[in-house]
């Protein structure tokens, strides 16, 4: 079955723009997290959503928000885009979250100029 | 709080040496735990997890790992390193939180 799908692979944004990412999980799961991935801080947790409600979040600024839809498609976007915010995010997808296996896309890497 | 540490951010092995990779976890509710593998410009994928059915894990690509809770380890390894082995390697710890804890990883490279 088809796994993970993260769009767009690669952006380059400039400061203070804002972004919106996106990710398709596997067909039947209805959880979806994201993660920002950076050589100092490793993976980060951002958000989970499960039906289209988030039940966790994690210490970002508010410019970084999510959604989920009701297919379980989720985006992230984020405002204001600042030089740190360059990173990999990635995107897992799972039956229940936490606890059961996550299944990961292969992430948009986000360069911010 | 759930955390996970790895220790030995960088490991060098030669091809065919035994590979261990070190992983303690910290968790006061019984925890579900994971090691993943990144290669380069990739997502993680799943080595093998603990769902507390059995202490000793077998995954994929001849890896596994061993659950100790008395030393709260999750150490995982393989008897014979391979060349196509060289990535990074998480350690990640999850419970009903809904989000995963990852370790700091640790970038394994095989020598030949």
């Known amino acids: 079955k088809a796994g993970v799908t993260q769009t767009p692979r690669y952006l380059i944004k400039t400061r203070g723009q804002q972004v919106t990412l996106s990710c398709s999980p596997i067909s039947g799961h209805r959880s979806v997290s994201w993660y920002q991935q950076t050589p100092g801080q490793g993976l980060q947790f951002l958000f989970e959503?499960?039906?289209?409600?988030?039940?966790n979040k994690g210490n970002f600024p508010g410019r970084f928000s999510g959604r989920q839809f009701s297919n379980s498609r989720s985006e992230m976007n984020v405002s204001t885009l600042e030089l740190g915010d360059s990173a990999l995010y990635l995107c897992a997808s799972s039956l229940q979250g936490g606890g059961t296996e996550a299944f990961f896309g292969q992430g948009t890497r986000l360069t911010v100029v | 709080a759930q955390s996970v540490t790895q220790l030995g951010s960088h490991v060098s092995v030669s091809e065919g040496a035994l590979v261990l990779l070190r992983c303690n976890y910290s968790s006061s509710v019984p925890p579900y735990l994971f090691w993943y593998v990144q290669y380069p410009n990739q997502g993680l994928q799943l080595l093998l997890k603990?769902?507390?059915?059995?202490?000793l894990v077998k995954g994929i690509n001849g890896f596994e790992a061993e659950f100790k809770k008395s030393e709260t380890s999750f150490h995982l390894t393989k008897p014979s390193a391979h060349m196509s082995d060289a990535a990074e390697y998480f350690c990640a710890v999850s419970g009903r939180t809904y989000k995963y804890i990852f370790g700091t990883g640790t970038r394994l490279k095989v020598l030949a």
């Open positions: 959503y499960f039906s289209e409600t988030q039940r």
């Open positions: 603990y769902t507390s059915a059995a202490t």
